[in-house]
């Protein structure tokens, strides 16, 4: 059962997080040939000179891809956030940064400066980098394992409704006009200012304050909030049992996780999700959806219609994936759509191959496209978020984050400034690289990928276990490796006889 305040949470902490994500993925394409005259208006007032195309080219790149380098600033910088302010108040003040990108975003024409929307785009990177780590974390954490799967979803959910959101508001009758575009970027403001008025009566994580905080207190009325019930016992007890092993550990660093033996190939599954979700060539169809579309012979008018249609498909798949993600588990839905988008992906190649000798094939281009987007929402688009939140225990759990931020945005960063060359190197054959990494993703996940659906974080360890080549009591001793500590030392950081009892126990 969904309770009312786990609902709210889940929407409110989305769509001032996950929204704006995909929102600023899809705002630059509608306006691009108006951003692109600003610029070389802009270059042309100050040295006297149109810029060359190369150098717009190159220009346009950075301004699309820099979101990216945003990010994995954010991704970098959220543990040591995360782990003092919590995880809703790290999710409230990211907000400022969300203000400040789109007030020089929006005013960037206005002041006839073009470093300020680049600036702009570095400052909301940022704050997707620190959104994208912090709300999957916190969805994961307020929620019972039963439905943990499909609340993970909602962070691929409001993607999609980002990006949809910025197709419409990008039409010609909307925002997607030459005087109307610095517009677009201005309604960041909306989202981020509905989250702090709301989320603020909301409850922080109960398996922060009870693990990190020791407030065990705050926490039972959280998980009374969010659980909608008295009797919280059983899920403040299961905490505990994890809570019991790591009550002589800090935070693992990524240093010390990268090191951590129990958990080698968890990371190392976090780190090909994370990169076949970017490489797999979807963000390059929503930073240039319509010269994609141009180059498939569609009407010029015709362009932004077609492309929301995106944005429609990307929603209802992802709607339908929070569903059944439940019924049907993360394993097949992940390695399904991998396997549905190689498939798309070789024939998208060959109708924009044969375009020009057959008159129908454009639209089945557009189809493949559509297909695409579809198969990609079905599983990829959102479970590498989930599946990051469920292999790692408290402990780890910031550093994990950190790893598959750093993997989602140096790849993302790589797409945006890439594809335009990939796309005039290979021409029509452009697709084939994406195919080729969706086909690699889906073999790994294959051969190692376990199911987590309805699964404790214990059991999940145990799932990775003999790969690992670690018994689950080791994984539990051995969140660091270089540091053990002998029985004794262990038994001095226990408060009570009652617990030095239980961990003698526990070791033996």
Request: charged content about 15%; some cysteine; hydrophobic content about 45%.
């Amino acid at each position: 059962d969904w309770s009312g305040s786990l609902i709210v949470a889940s929407l409110v902490g989305a769509f001032g997080s996950s929204f704006l994500y995909g929102y600023n993925l899809s705002v630059v394409n509608a306006p691009a040939v108006y951003i692109k005259k600003f610029y070389n208006e802009t270059w042309q007032r100050r040295y006297g000179f149109s810029m060359e195309e190369n150098t717009l080219t190159l220009l346009w790149s950075i301004t699309v891809s820099i979101f990216a380098i945003g990010g994995l600033v954010g991704a970098i910088i959220v543990t040591p956030i995360v782990k003092f302010f919590g995880r809703k108040r790290t999710l409230l003040l990211n907000n400022i940064f969300a203000v400040v990108a789109a007030l020089l975003m929006a005013l960037s024409r206005l002041a006839g400066s073009f470093e300020m929307l680049i600036l702009g785009r570095v400052i909301m990177g940022v704050d997707a980098g620190i959104s994208l780590s912090a709300l999957p974390m916190y969805l994961s954490e307020i929620s019972p394992k039963e439905i943990r799967g499909s609340l993970g979803q909602v962070t691929a959910i409001f993607i999609c409704i980002g990006v949809f959101t910025g197709q419409v508001l990008g039409l010609p009758e909307i925002f997607g006009r030459e005087s109307r575009w610095p517009y677009l970027f201005g309604m960041i403001i909306v989202p981020s200012l509905i989250q702090v008025v709301i989320l603020p009566f909301l409850p922080e994580s109960p398996r922060y304050l009870l693990l990190e905080k020791h407030d065990t207190h705050r926490a039972e009325k959280a998980f009374q909030t969010f659980l909608g019930k008295k009797d919280v016992s059983r899920e403040v007890e299961e905490v505990l049992s994890e809570s019991r092993v790591q009550r002589n550990t800090k935070l693992v660093s990524v240093l010390q996780l990268l090191r951590t033996r129990a958990v080698r190939w968890q990371v190392v599954t976090v780190v090909v999700t994370m990169g076949c979700y970017q490489l797999c060539g979807l963000n390059a169809i929503w930073y240039y959806t319509n010269s994609i579309f141009s180059e498939s012979g569609i009407n010029h008018e015709t362009i932004p219609y077609v492309t929301l249609s995106t944005g429609a498909v990307e929603t209802v798949a992802a709607v339908f994936s929070g569903l059944v993600i439940e019924r049907l588990g993360r394993r097949p839905l992940l390695i399904g759509g991998f396997g549905l988008m190689v498939v798309f992906f070789a024939v998208l190649t060959t109708s924009l191959t044969l375009q020009n000798k057959v008159h129908w094939l454009p639209y089945l281009s557009i189809a493949c496209i559509l297909a695409i987007i579809a198969s990609f929402c079905i599983g990829p688009g959102g479970i590498p978020f989930v599946l990051t939140g469920e292999f790692f225990q408290q402990s780890q759990r910031p550093a994990a984050f950190m790893i598959a931020g750093t993997v989602n945005w140096l790849s993302n960063f790589a797409v945006g400034l890439l594809f335009p060359f990939i796309q005039s190197g290979l021409q029509t054959y452009c697709f084939l690289v994406f195919a080729a990494i969706c086909s690699a993703g889906a073999t790994y996940l294959f051969f190692v990928l376990p199911e987590t659906k309805n699964k404790t974080f214990n059991e999940i360890s145990q799932a990775f276990a003999k790969r690992n080549k670690v018994s689950l009591e080791m994984q539990e001793m051995n969140h660091y490796p270089e540091e053990r500590k002998s029985s004794a030392e262990q038994e001095s950081n226990f408060t009570s006889p009652v617990d030095k009892v239980e961990t003698k126990t526990g070791i033996v």
